[in-house]
């Protein structure tokens, strides 16, 4: 075949891409939200909140937006058949998202703070680095993970403010789990 796809075609395609992308990133973002404990567990709620903490029924309104606007991205370099480029985006959005998925279960699953905030700084770098490749690809698909990048930056700033509100991970507060004894 020697012609270019019709609009409608690729209007087809972007949809094709889009009923598997959206619903995929949702449920993996479902997925590792479940995968460590919650906001509600007792490790959390003695935590020392920053004064930037927001009400916790936004993050799961928030976080949905975002894994939508995530999934339509991707959706739309998915859709960009020989675009230049297209298959290091693909891969750098897989990166980003594993690393984005890895945050939660640090956090709440293992309690670990200062892990968590070395985990977000790095989704930082592998954003900043997957916006660019989308936008060789698609300006459009870069321009729909900006409100993910300034959620995540808002995110390290709180992982930060956690950490030096506790600067022990908590790890001297009330849990309950068996108590910790240093010899």
Do not use: H
């Not at 959206?22 to 920053?50: I, N």
């Not at 998925?101 to 977000?120: C, N, Y």
């Amino acid at each position: 075949m020697t012609g270019l796809a019709s609009r409608r075609q690729l209007r087809a395609s972007l949809m094709r891409w889009a009923l598997f992308t959206v619903p995929l990133v949702l449920l993996l973002g479902f997925l590792s939200g479940r995968a460590g404990s919650s906001a509600d567990s007792p490790w959390f709620q003695a935590l020392a909140k920053p004064d930037i903490f927001p009400p916790p029924m936004w993050f799961g309104i928030v976080w949905t937006i975002l894994y939508v606007m995530m999934g339509l991205a991707l959706a739309i370099v998915c859709a960009a058949w020989g675009a230049r480029g297209r298959t290091a985006a693909i891969i750098a959005f897989a990166v980003q998202l594993a690393v984005n998925l890895a945050w939660s279960p640090t956090f709440f699953g293992m309690q670990q703070i200062s892990t968590a905030l070395i985990v977000i700084a790095v989704l930082d770098v592998l954003v900043i680095v997957t916006i660019v490749l989308f936008w060789r690809v698609r300006r459009s698909a870069a321009l729909l993970l900006l409100p993910y990048l300034a959620w995540i930056a808002f995110a390290t700033l709180l992982n930060y403010e956690f950490l030096r509100a506790n600067p022990e991970g908590g790890l001297g507060q009330e849990s309950g789990a068996a108590q910790r004894y240093e010899i």
